[in-house]
Every structure is written in structure tokens, then in C-alpha cells.
């Protein structure tokens, strides 16, 4: 999980970095280049809290299925686990 989690810090780092350096490099104005940036962020919001949203319900299934005594699956069968 560890090296998991590393590995995913370090690909938001490289991204984050490739994205200041493309837009410090894009012949675009300051207020276009403002615009693009905000839908951007909004988006990456708003996928942010689909995603939330989609793991608390699958989260609150699991707590019902717990409750009521039914064996809890911890991992998505459509995902399958990673090598």
C-alpha cells in the first residue's frame, strides 16, 4: 500500500509540474490563459467529488451489508487486483 501510494504522489508531482511548465510556455493571453485554467479546476473538482461520492455509497453498501451480518467484500470484483 505504501508503494502504492508513493507511486501516486509522485505521477500527481510529475503532472503538476508538466502542467505549470505548459503553461508558462503557451502563447496564450494572461486572461484566456486565467479562464482555461479555472474550467480546469472546476472540472478536476467536480470529478473529485463524483469519485468521493461513488466511494462513500459503495462504503455505506458495505457498513449495511456489515450490519446486517453479510460478508463484506473490501475489493471491487470489477477492478481486478494489481500484480
Known sequence: MRKVLGFAVGVLCGALVGVVVGMLLT???GAELRA???AQVEDLIRKGQEAA???RT???RQLEAFK???PV???DSSH???A
Open 68 to 70: 446486517q451480518g453479510q
Open 73 to 75: 467484500v473490501l475489493q
Open 80 to 82: 481486478p487486483p494489481a
Open 27 to 29: 502563447p496564450t493571453s
Open 58 to 60: 459503495e462504503l455505506e
Open 36 to 38: 482555461r485554467i479555472r
Open 53 to 55: 461520492a461513488a466511494k
